[in-house]
């Protein structure tokens, strides 16, 4: 996965929930009825959780990819890398 997609994909992840919770707090303060802002805020529930979730993936894909260097820096060997490779 190039750096550029997860860029794109972390990007709009974050939009959705921050316009979401801007969104939700709008209607909060536009509104008295609780039909209006439960909608709101389920859909800005709906924003963090696709958030967490491509974190959790981005995270997990760099995570895979750099195996190597975290498991050699975990076990104190800086010489691993070099003889695997």
Known sequence: M????????????????VSAWISAVATFIATDDVAPI??????????????IWALAILAGWSVFANRKTLFARLTGRKSAISEED
């Open 2 to 17: 190039g750096k550029q997609l997860r860029k794109l994909i972390l990007g709009l992840a974050v939009l959705a929930f």
């Open 38 to 51: 439960t909608i709101s805020v389920t859909l800005a529930a709906f924003a963090t959780e696709a958030l």
